[in-house]
Structure formats: structure tokens, C-alpha cells
């Protein structure tokens, strides 16, 4: 079963959602809100976290959640698990609340915090439950534009002070920006996230697949974690050709051999690449297996090529 890819490390950001069951309500009542608040908070006292933004729709939340103490499965295990218990308490109900697993998609907070902000605030919205977005009274907009006095467990000073450097004209800065967009056409910044885990420049996304992922075991049931360990195979032509130097036919067939062994990519792919059939791909690959067993220089510079793109063996 396919599971979502989970990457941890203080300090980290995260846009979080957890949905309904079958798309059912998770909020039925005010009471239901606010019991969920209290978790929040008490996610924020007892585990260290940091929440700067939310939003409760009917069926479904959202939340940007910083994790200093690198704990966003024991977060949301605390705040989804403690909710329906309650929620099944109250209604003499059991089994689940929240369709499968949390969303968690990890984001360059630098990049995108105040875009996922404005993102987040604009769902009543956009859902046609709020005409403005510091009106609905189920999100933190209002504590951001300075319409309620937040609770200590919210932390607002991270994206205000994106704007100007005084309390009340950044909040009035921040109800422009968030307004800007209300009757506009809007795309959700997550459409740029990468396998729908992580959402940042290509630097971002490089650096946190060479620090946290390449030495993740492949997982058949990640299927996010294969995709972000992909290496395009122009990318590893490039780098096995500046390797090989003049030899192009050695460098395309350690490329093939790179690319059917390790790089996640199918029979297909490769050979439509290449031009050759997928069959064909097979042989060739292990053509070029049997070589490296008999030539220690050959398997040096394969090696040097794969760790030069990051492939990791699937």
C-alpha cells in the first residue's frame, strides 16, 4: 500500500492537510472547533510546535506547522488521534475520522510561507462560505490582520514580518495582500510542489534530497520517495560523457546501464530514449554488467557517474 513520504529534521515547515473520511464533515458543531483548537494548542505546549497558520472547513483543515523538535508524524498522530476520539466519544461512533494518512508537504518557508498564508486563508473563500477571508471565524486570517487578539499558541511574527516592521501596518499590509487576490483567479502555490512532497527552488529541493534522501532505502510503498530520486537521463548522459571523455559509445551504454539498473525509470522510458526496444534494453544493461565484472577501472568510473547523480538502487 502506498504511503506518503515523511522527511523530518528541525526546523522543518510543512503544509498540512487531513481530510474526511469518504469527503464526510469532521466538523460538525462549534463545540467540534473549538475542542480541535484546544488540540492544537496542546500540540504546541507538549510536543514543541509551532503553528503559523490554520484553517477548519467542513471536511477537511489545513495548517502551516514548523517543527523545531523534527516531530511531525508524533504532531499530527497527537492532534488527528486525540480529535477522533473525541469526535467518535461524542457521537457513540467508531472507526475512522480522517481518510487514510496526513498530507504533509514539506515547503521552503524563505519562498513560501506567505504565499501557503494567503493560500490557506482565501479557503472560505474560495468555498463560498466567507466573502472575506478575515471574516470567517474558523481560521487564524483574523489574528493576521489584527481583527482578534491571537492566542499565545499561535506564532504570527514569522510571515508579519515579511511586511513592515511595525505591528499594525504590517497587519494592514497583510489584509491587502490577502484581499489582492479575492476576486481573482487563483492557483494554489502547492501545484509546484515535486511528487507532492516537496515545495521550493530547485536548490531547495536539491539540498534536502541530498541530506535526507540518499541514503533512504528504496520503498515500493513510497512511491514519492522513487520520484524524487529520479535522475533525468540526459542528466546522467551529461555526466557519464564529461566522465568517458571522447568514448561516446561507452558513455551511452553506461548511461542505459545506469538508467535500467538504478534510476526508477521503466523499460520503456529508457528505450524510447535510446531508440531501442525494451527487450533490447534488458540485454544491453546486462551486457554492460558482465563487462564491469572483469574491469575494475570501468566499474570505478560507473560508480563515480552514479554517485554523481544521486542513484539510489530501486
Known amino acids: 500500500m502506498a504511503r506518503p513520504l515523511r522527511i523530518a529534521f528541525p526546523g522543518a515547515f510543512y503544509h498540512i492537510t487531513a481530510r474526511g473520511n469518504e469527503g464526510r464533515e469532521i466538523f460538525k458543531s462549534l463545540r467540534d472547533r ?3 483548537l484546544s488540540y ?14 490554520y484553517c477548519l472547513m467542513g471536511n477537511h483543515y489545513h495548517l502551516l506547522l514548523e517543527t523545531p523538535s523534527a516531530n511531525v508524524s508524533q504532531i499530527l498522530r497527537h492532534i488527528n488521534g486525540a480529535y477522533t476520539t473525541y469526535f467518535n466519544t461524542k457521537r457513540d461512533r467508531s472507526g475512522h475520522l480522517f481518510q487514510g494518512r496526513f498530507k504533509a508537504i514539506l515547503v521552503n518557508a524563505d519562498q513560501y510561507a506567505v504565499e501557503l498564508s494567503r493560500y490557506i486563508h482565501l479557503n472560505p473563500v474560495r468555498a463560498g462560505v466567507a466573502r472575506h477571508p478575515e471574516e470567517y471565524l474558523w481560521s487564524s486570517c483574523a489574528y493576521y490582520t489584527g481583527g482578534k487578539r491571537k492566542p499565545d499558541w499561535l506564532s504570527l511574527d514569522f510571515i508579519l514580518n515579511y511586511f513592515d516592521s511595525t505591528v499594525s501596518s504590517s497587519q494592514s499590509q497583510y489584509r491587502e495582500f490577502v484581499n489582492a487576490s479575492v476576486t481573482k483567479e487563483y492557483e494554489s502555490p502547492l501545484k509546484a510542489a515535486i511528487a507532492s512532497a516537496i515545495l521550493g527552488s530547485s536548490d531547495f529541493v536539491n539540498a534536502i534530497k ?3 534522501l540518499t541514503s533512504r532505502k528504496p520503498d515500493r510503498n513510497l512511491p514519492a520517495l522513487r520520484e524524487l530520486t529520479k535522475a533525468s537521463i540526459p542528466e546522467i548522459l551529461k555526466k557519464a560523457e564529461a566522465l568517458f571523455g571522447e568514448d561516446s559509445s561507452l558513455s551511452r551504454k553506461a548511461t542505459l546501464y545506469l538508467c535500467h539498473r ?6 520503456k522510458e529508457v528505450g524510447s530514449y535510446f531508440g531501442i526496444g525494451e527487450s533490447a534494453v534488458s540485454q544491453a544493461s546486462r551486457r554492460f554488467a558482465e563487462s564491469l565484472e572483469n574491469n575494475n ?3 570505478r568510473k560507473t560508480l563515480v557517474v552514479r554517485k554523481k547523480v544521486g542513484l539510489c538502487k530501486v
Open 34 to 36: 473549538e475542542q480541535f
Open 210 to 212: 541530498e541530506k535526507h
Open 40 to 53: 492544537l494548542e496542546s500540540a504546541v505546549r507538549r510536543y514543541d510546535a509551532v503553528i503559523h497558520v
Open 297 to 299: 577501472e570501468l566499474r
Open 262 to 267: 538504478f534510476s526508477g525509470r521503466t523499460l
